[in-house]
Nanobody, 125 residues
């Protein structure tokens, strides 16, 4: 499956953005989906994940309560709603798809089969 992420941009602290990740070339509902991010000078880190039908989600502690992941399988799209953004949320955000199912390993980059190209989110203070 090919993944295309979009929706990044520049926003002030306290603001909101919604990222989208559209999938093509596969059966989107077969995949658990995740979002990761890489801040300047840091490793790629887990942000959130969602199972194939959207009934189960997992969040990193740093975004719990501020970010919401959702998906629309009819549109082959997963979303990341980001509220109350902080400067430390500045990063390139990547969506990823996993055929390996939904479990605790979804926090690891190696669990995913496919990756999008990334979209830059910059939060100014």
């Amino acid at each position: 499956v090919q993944l295309q992420a979009c929706g990044g941009g520049l926003v002030q602290a306290g603001g909101s953005l919604r990222l989208s990740c559209a999938g093509s070339g596969g059966t989107f509902s077969d995949y658990a989906m995740g979002w990761f991010r890489r801040a300047p000078g840091k490793e790629r880190e887990f942000v959130t994940a969602i199972n194939w039908h959207g009934g189960r989600t997992k969040y990193a502690d740093s975004v719990e309560g501020r970010f919401t992941i959702s998906r629309d399988n009819a549109k082959n799209t997963v979303y990341l709603q980001m509220n109350n953004l902080k400067p430390e949320d500045t990063a390139v955000y990547y969506c990823a798809a996993s055929l390996r199912g939904y479990n605790d390993y979804l926090t690891q980059t190696s669990w995913y089969n496919y990756w999008g190209q990334g979209t830059l989110v910059t939060v100014s203070s």
